[in-house]
């Protein structure tokens, strides 16, 4: 069983930069595929970005690509993710999670094993 843990989430004036931290327990962490995911009011969850297990490969969706990265530390089990240059329709409750299978990078939230609580990010216009 892994457990995440989201931190780093607030309330962000538009154009500024949050980083989000996502901490993982369990002692196969470097070998999970990890991905950001986000949910606003009333929409659906979506995929932000992720970083594949197996070699690091990256994948950002389309809305936050040159804004957004996402970044692994092994040896401190955890995922980040910097966002620059923050728009009002990136607020959403940002959620962590893992997906077992380390040769996948997906974009579906099916394919996911775990998840993180969620952390709000709230950006002022």
């Known amino acids: 069983q892994v457990q995440l843990v989201e931190s780093g989430g607030g309330l962000v004036q538009v154009g500024g930069s949050l980083q989000l931290s996502c901490a993982a327990s369990g002692r196969t962490f470097s070998t999970y595929t990890m991905g950001w995911f986000r949910q606003a009011p009333g929409k659906e969850r979506e995929f932000v970005a992720g970083?594949?297990?197996?070699?690091?490969?990256?994948s950002y969706a389309l809305s936050v690509k040159g804004r957004f990265t996402i970044s692994r530390d092994n040896a401190k089990n955890t995922v980040y993710l910097q966002m620059n240059s923050l728009k009002p329709e990136d607020t959403a409750v940002y959620y962590c999670?893992?997906?077992?299978?380390?040769?996948?990078?997906?974009?579906?939230?099916?394919?996911?094993?775990?998840w993180g609580q969620g952390t709000q990010v709230t950006i002022s216009s």
């Open positions: 970083v594949r297990g197996s070699d690091g490969m990256t």
């Open positions: 999670a893992a997906d077992r299978t380390a040769s996948i990078l997906s974009a579906s939230s099916r394919q996911y094993d775990y």
